[in-house]
């Protein structure tokens, strides 16, 4: 791998998707050049592992971040559930990347592109997210 290879590398890197009464986490985070992978469900299955994409892969999924306008979204997106539904999932996701950056969080509330945001994210990492949000 070249140093070249190393502008496409993400300064930061913290994604957490969590659904509590399913006992689901998913959990990414960028350190010592891969990612590192925690997932676990209800149903016992625990992955953790380290990813390492390729130089094409980042580039992609830097294209993808820029298409659906990730370094717009708000910080916040949140719906307050009282009587009239269930508390649903929390996520964050925090990414630094070059000149960009963006700090934002939710819960049982998304972007209008979080479903293409996990998509990528699925691409980058090989694996499925288990994301309950209905449309």
Same mark, same amino acid.
């Given at each position: 791998m070249g140093l070249n290879d190393e502008r496409?590398?993400?300064?930061a890197?913290? *994604?957490?998707?969590? *659904?509590?009464d399913r006992g689901y986490l998913f959990n990414l985070r =960028?350190?010592?050049n891969h990612l590192s992978l925690?997932?676990?469900s209800n149903n016992n299955s625990v992955i953790q592992k380290f990813i390492t994409p390729t130089v094409d892969e980042w580039e992609e999924f830097w294209h993808r971040m820029d298409?659906? /306008?990730? =370094?717009? =979204?708000?910080e916040l997106y949140e719906v307050k559930c009282m009587?009239?539904?269930v508390e649903g999932d929390e996520w964050e996701v925090n990414? /630094?990347?070059?000149? /960009?950056?963006?700090?934002?969080?939710g819960s049982n509330s998304y972007p209008p592109t979080f479903r293409e945001f996990i998509k990528a994210v699925e691409e980058l990492t090989g694996l499925l997210i288990?994301?309950?949000? /209905?449309?």
């Amino acid at each position: 791998m070249g140093l070249n290879d190393e502008r496409f590398y993400p300064d930061a890197i913290m *994604v957490s998707y969590e *659904v509590k009464d399913r006992g689901y986490l998913f959990n990414l985070r =960028w350190g010592d050049n891969h990612l590192s992978l925690k997932q676990f469900s209800n149903n016992n299955s625990v992955i953790q592992k380290f990813i390492t994409p390729t130089v094409d892969e980042w580039e992609e999924f830097w294209h993808r971040m820029d298409e659906i /306008e990730i =370094w717009g =979204w708000y910080e916040l997106y949140e719906v307050k559930c009282m009587d009239s539904c269930v508390e649903g999932d929390e996520w964050e996701v925090n990414i /630094e990347f070059g000149h /960009e950056q963006i700090e934002s969080h939710g819960s049982n509330s998304y972007p209008p592109t979080f479903r293409e945001f996990i998509k990528a994210v699925e691409e980058l990492t090989g694996l499925l997210i288990e994301f309950i949000h /209905e449309d």
